[in-house]
């Protein structure tokens, strides 16, 4: 099914320990997104790409990287895991006009 | 400053009734878009309904419909007939600055709604 992919679904990372989370979409939009979600706070926007090639942060992006590989995938890295990234994460890509297409959400811990 | 505002944390309703869920924004830009989008208990969040700040008339989508009045900066989600399946978190959402290639969005708090057979 057309839409956007996210993995992993699950995560548990020690402090200090790096990750990535790799999203792809298969629906050719150009902008795509990265949320978290943490419980009373709605989601709050990490970093986005308006087009391949193009990365800016968001609301909160501290602590976190991107890459826009291509115009399908846009990963997210956390180089040292904190307990404060404990949060559930979404990816979404948008066709302008539209609302977000999102994926699934990776829910991270960090212990 | 908040720039979404959802005043109701959570919201009973009795099936078949509709339910109004509130929504007020704040923005200097004349071009945004506002959104509404369901987070059901499975946690993936589906879009229902978009409205432009230049549309004249009120989004609508089956059975829900955005209640859009500018001069208040209000727009309200209505879900007519509701369902069981209709409880979940709703969030309203705003993207800014359409015309010059505004690309963030910001959310809401959330409305929790629960429907009672």
């Known amino acids: 099914n057309a839409g956007v992919t996210q993995t992993p679904k699950f995560q548990v990372l020690k402090t200090g320990q790096s990750m990535t989370l790799q999203c792809a979409q298969d629906m050719n939009h150009n902008s795509m997104y990265w949320y978290r979600q943490d419980p009373g706070m709605g989601l709050r926007l990490i970093y986005y790409s308006a087009s391949e090639g193009t990365t800016d942060k968001g609301e909160v992006p501290n602590g976190y990287n991107v890459s826009r590989l291509n115009k399908r995938e846009f990963s997210l890295r956390l180089e040292s895991a904190a307990p404060s990234q404990t949060s559930v994460y979404f990816c979404?890509?948008?066709?302008?006009?539209?609302?977000?297409?999102f994926g699934s959400g990776t829910r991270l811990t960090v212990v | 400053a908040q720039k979404i505002t959802q005043t109701q944390p959570g919201m009973f309703v009795q099936e078949k009734e509709a339910v109004t869920l509130d929504c007020t924004y704040d923005t200097s830009d004349q071009s945004y878009g506002l959104f509404w989008y369901k987070q059901p208990s499975s946690g993936e969040m589906i879009f229902l309904i978009y409205?432009?700040?230049?549309?004249?008339q009120n989004a609508t989508e089956g059975r829900y419909s955005l209640n859009f009045q500018k001069a208040r900066k209000s727009a309200n989600l209505v879900i007519s007939a509701s369902q069981l399946g209709d409880s979940a978190m709703y969030f309203c959402?705003?993207?800014?600055?359409?015309?010059?290639?505004?690309?963030?969005?910001?959310f809401g708090a959330g409305t929790r709604l629960f429907v009672k057979a």
């Open positions: 409205q432009g700040s230049y549309d004249e």
């Open positions: 959402a705003m993207r800014e600055g359409l015309n010059t290639g505004g690309f963030k969005t910001i």
């Open positions: 979404a890509s948008m066709e302008l006009g539209h609302g977000y297409t």
